[in-house]
């Protein structure tokens, strides 16, 4: 079974910075595309960032150049570094993760979710 667990999230203060982990665990084969998606009351949940096994990553518009999005392979961990927090940041950030439990099934996975707020 494949588990993903976020952790780091809390309460900012606008201008300030969090960083969330996602830690993967479980029978993986390998792990091909990871992602970040957020989900705000009452709104769709949106992909706030991803990245490919190889490193290539794709932003929202609105966390551009505030948001960092790695991943240490070797350790299936997942990392979003958001600095000049905004209020409307503020939402439930899912990780997620394309990955393979043998050489030709590829699977995706979600976590439960992490609670970031950021106040004015």
């Known amino acids: 079974q494949v588990q993903l667990v976020e952790s780091g999230g809390g309460l900012a203060q606008a201008g300030g910075s969090l960083r969330l982990s996602c830690a993967v665990s479980?029978?993986?084969?390998?792990?091909?595309?990871m992602a970040w998606y957020r989900q705000a009351p009452g709104k769709q949940r949106e992909l706030v960032a991803s990245i490919t096994a190889g490193g290539s990553t794709n932003y929202a518009n609105s966390v551009k150049d505030r948001f960092t999005i790695s991943r240490v392979n070797s350790r299936n961990t997942l990392y979003l570094q958001m600095n000049s927090l905004k209020a409307e940041d503020t939402a439930v950030y899912y990780c997620n993760a394309d990955a393979y439990i043998n050489s030709y099934e590829l699977q995706d996975y979600w976590g439960q979710g992490t609670q970031v707020t950021v106040s004015a």
């Open positions: 479980g029978n993986i084969f390998s792990i091909n595309a």
